[in-house]
């Protein structure tokens, strides 16, 4: 058999990987790729992906990042089914019709922008919310330990992976030649003593390993001090009279947030005159999805059920389901605290809020999930000193917090805790959804401390598997597109600035106020290079 890997692949978001047998050719996860526009240029290389060729799809869980491009391939020929978990099954519906409507959306902006600069606007969404719907109808729900088999020869498995509501390690199981050769993948490990959901199930026996690293180089703080933290930030803000700006994940991390100032209010040290305000349409369906799925949840979490009270509500708890509750929300005074979407600041409400909040002195901006490389939340996490949101330069003035105790990965200690429980240490491992760096670091642990052979595949790489062999490439990774030439770049910057400079005479003969405007523009270029200069 054979692994390709079009996702994920010394990168944090895109989950795809795709397995060929003799009988059947398919993949786990089918996610969006995410960051910057380089990096999503990759969603719409569909091609590669040869949708018409799958025979089915095995989803981890819920997050764009593995499941957003499931419409993509139903728009471009995959006609197969989908298989999950049933919470995933249910909370993939919303997330991906959400996605669609995002698509439309900004399709809608850039065929405006176009015809405003009297260009072609043949403008196309990434999909629509047509190829979301038709993606409802391919999906099959499971349960965890529900055996099945989609294809002659392939036994597949789900087991709690203790990330999200319903994400899943997925055990699949190939016959070939008379060999029967086990597969796991991990999807996204779940750190131990997380709100809600079960620790990571413990697997011991598997043929090829491919593990998330996301935190591959660090480690988390505990649960009880990342609680102390969210009060500290808290408190800083409601003392000055600022609101309290919670980015946050649709699905688990608001549940997760909500819990924690449940447990907050609990303890008496949540204001009662703190409004809490959840702006996400999305989270609050989500929410109301997880309501539905007490039997996924852990043992403290259904004791609380049981018992007649609500881990995801506060007496407080308000819910901005338009755009014009959402507006009022910077309209009032005082501190509040808002958890809006999207988690890494690239998307929907949470942008109008850092606009309104970030420059406050006072005010707080809590991280509380993983921020990838070319999002504004990773630049905000950073450090820059000023962030462009809606071609308007806000300088970071709110205090920025960091409470990576509330991720839903484990931690490096935690990776290494789960892959101690593997028997087999010829067992190859291939470290995937992970930054570079880290997996690197991770990498050099695992070989060190437990022995076990580590590959760290690249993107576009295929590898042929076979049991009781060395790993072997049969198709190098494709050209880096990521890659940056600087100097065509800064040339063609240089050109433009010598092309204004032999035009300062004619520029001066305009009208004063096109003269103002072209001046505005230029400023507006140095803005653009200073803040440049800053980041680095």
Not at 58 to 70: E, F, K, N, Q, V
Not at 115 to 136: C, F, H, I, M, W
Request: charged fraction near 25%; charge should be negative; hydrophobic fraction near 40%.
């Amino acid at each position: 058999m054979k692994i390709k890997f079009l996702g994920a692949a010394r990168a944090v978001t895109g989950s795809c990987f795709v397995i060929e047998t003799d009988n059947a050719r398919f993949a786990v996860d089918c996610g969006m790729h995410q960051g910057n526009a380089q990096i999503e240029k990759r969603n719409w290389d569909t091609d590669i992906y040869e949708p018409e060729r799958m025979d089915f799809f095995l989803i981890t869980h819920a997050h764009i990042d593995h499941s957003g491009l499931l419409p993509r391939v139903v728009k471009k020929g995959f006609r197969g089914p989908v298989y999950l978990t049933e919470p995933t099954g249910d909370l993939v519906k919303i997330l991906l019709l959400d996605s669609a409507h995002i698509q439309e959306t900004e399709a809608g902006w850039k065929r405006k922008r176009l015809q405003r600069r009297g260009n072609a606007s043949d403008v196309s969404p990434l999909y629509t919310k047509k190829d979301a719907e038709a993606v409802a109808q391919l999906i099959k729900q499971k349960t965890y330990n529900q055996s099945f088999s989609p294809a002659d020869g392939i036994t597949v498995n789900f087991q709690d992976a203790g990330h999200i509501l319903g994400a899943a390690i997925v055990e699949i199981f190939i016959e070939e030649n008379g060999t029967t050769s086990k597969l796991v993948f991990t999807g996204d490990i779940g750190r131990r003593h997380q709100l809600m959901v079960e620790d990571p199930k413990t697997i011991d026996q598997a043929d090829f390993l491919f593990i998330e690293s996301t935190y591959g180089d660090r480690n988390h703080k505990g649960e009880e001090e990342s609680l102390e933290e969210l009060f500290d930030a808290i408190d800083y803000s409601y003392s000055r009279g600022e609101k309290i700006i919670i980015p946050a994940f649709a699905v688990e991390r608001t549940q997760e947030m909500l819990y924690s100032l449940y447990l907050l209010n609990e303890q008496g040290r949540l204001p009662k005159d703190l409004p809490v305000y959840l702006d996400s349409p999305l989270a609050i369906k989500a929410t109301e999805i997880f309501r539905l799925y007490h039997s996924y949840m852990d043992k403290d979490t259904r004791r609380i059920i049981k018992s007649g009270d609500d881990p995801l509500n506060l007496p407080q708890l308000q819910f901005s389901l338009s755009t014009e509750q959402s507006m009022q929300i910077n309209e009032m005074k005082g501190s509040a605290i808002v958890i809006s979407a999207s988690g890494m600041c690239n998307a929907g409400r949470i942008k109008h809020h850092l606009r309104h909040n970030l420059w406050r002195p006072g005010a707080s901006i809590v991280f509380v999930g993983y921020q990838a490389q070319g999002t504004p939340g990773r630049r905000i996490v950073e450090g820059v000193k000023k962030i462009r949101i809606f071609n308007d330069d806000i300088a970071v003035k709110a205090k920025i917090w960091t409470i990576g105790g509330f991720s839903a990965h484990a931690g490096q200690t935690q990776l290494l805790d789960w892959l101690r429980n593997f028997t087999n240490k010829k067992m190859p491992v291939f470290l995937v959804h992970g930054e570079y760096s880290a997996q690197e670091t991770l990498a050099a642990l695992v070989r060190e401390k437990l022995g076990f052979d580590v590959t760290i595949p690249d993107y576009q790489e295929e590898i042929l598997l076979k049991p009781k062999a060395e790993v072997k490439e049969i198709k190098k990774p494709a050209v880096e597109y990521l890659s940056v030439d600087w100097n065509n770049v800064i040339g063609a910057l240089e050109s433009k600035i010598s092309d204004i400079k032999k035009l300062k005479n004619e520029i001066e003969s305009l009208p004063l106020g096109r003269q103002m405007e072209i001046r505005d523009a230029l400023e507006e270029m140095n803005m653009n290079m200073d803040e440049i200069k800053t980041d680095i």
